[in-house]
T-cell receptor, first 115, second 113 residues
Framework: ETGVTQTPRHLVMGMTNKKSLKCEQHLGHNAMYWYKQSAKKPLELMFVYNFKEQTENNSVPSRFSPECPNSSHLFLHLHTLQPEDSALYLC??????????????FGPGTRLLVL | RKEVEQDPGPFNVPEGATVAFNCTYSNSASQSFFWYRQDCRKEPKLLMSVYSSGNEDGRFTAQLNRASQYISLLIRDSKLSDSATYLCVVNLGASGGYQKVTFGTGTKLQVIP
């Protein structure tokens, strides 16, 4: 499935590095989301964008900086991360149109390890 | 009370068995409901929507009881490939232009040969 793509799929970084995660959706959706999923924990919503405007920021530390240049692309810029930030970072998108499948569709995720 | 509650399991069942998962939600204004499947170290994938009238997709049957704020998923004739974590998902609707979705913590299913 190529509806929502994420790169890179795996990332190892040191605490002083700066890196960016990229997400692209090819579904014509208006909203995009970043989630964090730590081992054996539920999904944690981080950010929500609607037509490239940020609509939610769930008290995420400033070392995570999102960017949404348009409704198809979403980035998560990372800097000075901590080892506890190691997790699976998932991007999702959702449609605005009414219908029974009004829900979120996920990319494959980026598995991040901070050393 | 959590917005969406699920029994975390794990449910260990033999191949061919029937297994049922339950989920309760707290917000009576919730508008639509879904089950997702998440394989180990992979992303959640939409399994099926849940309607008040109940809906079936092959071996899978989903049911919604709005009065009791309760959702269920029944899997018949379990296959080894059904082993995964099943997430109950509740949608408050597209307020503000995006889908206000809440995910349950998931129920882990392990189908044993």
């Amino acid at each position: 499935e190529t509806g929502v793509t994420q790169t890179p799929r795996h990332l190892v970084m040191g605490m002083t590095n700066k890196k960016s995660l990229k997400c692209e959706q090819h579904l014509g959706h208006n909203a995009m989301y970043w989630y964090k999923q730590s081992a054996k924990k539920p999904l944690e919503l981080m950010f929500v964008y609607n037509f490239k405007e940020q609509t939610e920021n769930n008290s995420v530390p400033s070392r995570f900086s999102p960017e949404c240049p348009n409704s198809s692309h979403l980035f998560l810029h990372l800097h000075t991360l901590q080892p506890e930030d190691s997790a699976l970072y998932l991007c999702a998108s959702s449609p605005r149109r009414r219908g029974v499948e009004e829900t979120q569709y996920f990319g494959p995720g980026t598995r991040l390890l901070v050393l | 009370r959590k917005e969406v509650e699920q029994d975390p399991g794990p449910f260990n069942v033999p191949e061919g068995a029937t297994v049922a998962f339950n989920c309760t939600y707290s917000n009576s204004a919730s508008q639509s409901f879904f089950w997702y499947r998440q394989d180990c170290r992979k992303e959640p994938k939409l399994l099926m929507s849940v309607y008040s009238s109940g809906n079936e997709d092959g071996r899978f049957t989903a049911q919604l009881n709005r009065a009791s704020q309760y959702i269920s998923l029944l899997i018949r004739d379990s296959k080894l490939s059904d082993s995964a974590t099943y997430l109950c998902v509740v949608n408050l609707g597209a307020s503000g232009g995006y889908q206000k979705v809440t995910f349950g913590t998931g129920t882990k299913l392990q189908v044993i040969p």
